[in-house]
């Protein structure tokens, strides 16, 4: 089978190689046994390298096994699919990154922002700062990239508004951490499932003339950008609080 067989051979170690680093970066994150631009660089970043190289090798190799009628299409066609593990989700979450601003603290009222109260005590000082100092031109940066994000104004009593939001949190399948009533302010953490990376959100709920504006804020602890998750939530909250 000489060299035909070694291509398909090293394309699948390679492809098997690609997903345990991979897998590593994952779990060193989700155990907090990683540095983040470890896992993220060297893991992930290498996982997608190898990836892509075990693909072009295993490609090569299976129109090669096609053209020789020698055996090794299986092995080539799982290399690919085992790379294309690797590869498919880090090269979008590449692609989504590239498309939105290094930002990473989303708010629908960009002049008086929700302010998180409860959820600062289960933040650290190696987490983002919440001040929302940096970049300086953070809030252009939002309106330019999101301008959909805006304050959530409901025809309905304050009170019930609240009720609501609340619902809609617990739905999005967020951890709720606080519930003010009185001041009317919901906080709540929500975990990705992949990556475990956690983000803290704030709603607040206000009167606006007897009906209800209803402010989200979504803020990630880890991260310059958060390729667009935050207002990717506040989305997803915004439409399962206005049915229809």
Same mark, same amino acid.
């Given at each position: ?43 992930? /970043? ?27 299409? /299986? ?83 304050? /009170? ?62 880890? /991260? ?21």
């Amino acid at each position: 089978m000489g060299d035909r067989s070694a291509l398909v051979s090293w394309g699948f170690r390679l492809a098997l190689f690609s997903v345990v680093i991979a897998v590593l970066a994952v779990l060193g994150l989700r155990l907090g046994i990683m540095p983040l631009p470890i896992a993220l660089f060297a893991g992930l /970043g290498g996982g997608f390298i190898l990836g892509l190289v075990a693909i072009v090798l295993s490609a090569i190799g299976l129109v090669m096994t096609l053209t020789s009628g020698k055996s090794g299409r /299986g092995t080539a066609l799982a290399a690919i699919f085992l790379s294309l593990a690797v590869v498919a989700p880090v090269g979008s979450a590449v692609m989504n990154g590239s498309s939105v601003p290094p930002i990473h603290d989303i708010s629908t009222d960009l002049t008086d922002p929700p302010v998180f109260v409860a959820v600062r005590a289960q933040r650290t000082p190696s987490h983002n700062a919440l001040d929302r100092s940096a970049p300086e031109n953070l809030a252009e940066l939002q309106q330019a990239a999101y301008p959909d994000i805006q304050p959530i104004l409901l025809d309905r009593h304050p /009170g019930a508004a609240f009720e609501d939001a609340l619902e809609a949190a617990q739905a999005q399948g967020w951890e709720i951490v606080s519930v003010a009533v009185e001041e009317g302010r919901i906080e709540a953490t929500d975990t990705t499932a992949l990556m475990g990376f956690k983000d803290d959100i704030v709603i607040r709920v206000r009167d606006e003339n007897g009906a209800a504006q209803v402010d989200v804020r979504s803020a990630s602890r880890v /991260g310059e950008s958060d390729l667009g998750a935050n207002a990717a939530r506040i989305r997803a909250f915004r439409d399962a609080l206005k049915p229809g």
